[in-house]
């Protein structure tokens, strides 16, 4: 089933171009780092998870580029526009070779089950 995302034709024509920019200076940035890089890690300070993926990309011995997008407190409205972006609820936001493959728990799979070897391989 493909995810559900409001229709442009039920947007106001008035707020399109609103709806349009909002944020997408940090979405276009997390694109090219996407494009430039075969792992990207995308979190935030003081939330562990993002730290426990890149550690475990460490030990895996796999190189990643990671961005890092405010605090709890802070930038959350560019955090969100990610969320919205990705349709991933949290962080951290793992891409692989331009794929989306989870956070931490579903990064862990992926190296556990050398699933990570395989898609860095192709």
Do not use: C
């Not at 075969?38 to 426990?52: C, E, H, Q, S, W």
């Not at 919205?84 to 493959?101: A, E, K, Q, S």
């Amino acid at each position: 089933m493909p995810r559900s995302i409001l229709e442009e034709g039920r947007i106001h024509p008035a707020i399109r171009d609103k709806v349009t920019a909002s944020q997408r200076s940090i979405v276009q940035e997390v694109q090219a780092a996407v494009a430039a890089h075969a792992v990207v890690v995308v979190g935030m300070r003081a939330n562990p998870f993002p730290r426990k993926a890149r550690k475990a990309l460490d030990a895996a011995q796999v190189p990643h580029h990671y961005l890092e997008y405010g605090s709890y407190l802070s930038m959350w409205r560019e955090r969100a526009a990610l969320k919205m972006w990705t349709g991933w609820p949290t962080l951290p936001m793992v891409f692989v070779r331009g794929t989306l493959v989870g956070g931490f728990t579903d990064l862990e799979k992926l190296i556990q089950t050398g699933e990570l070897a395989k898609m860095l391989a192709n």
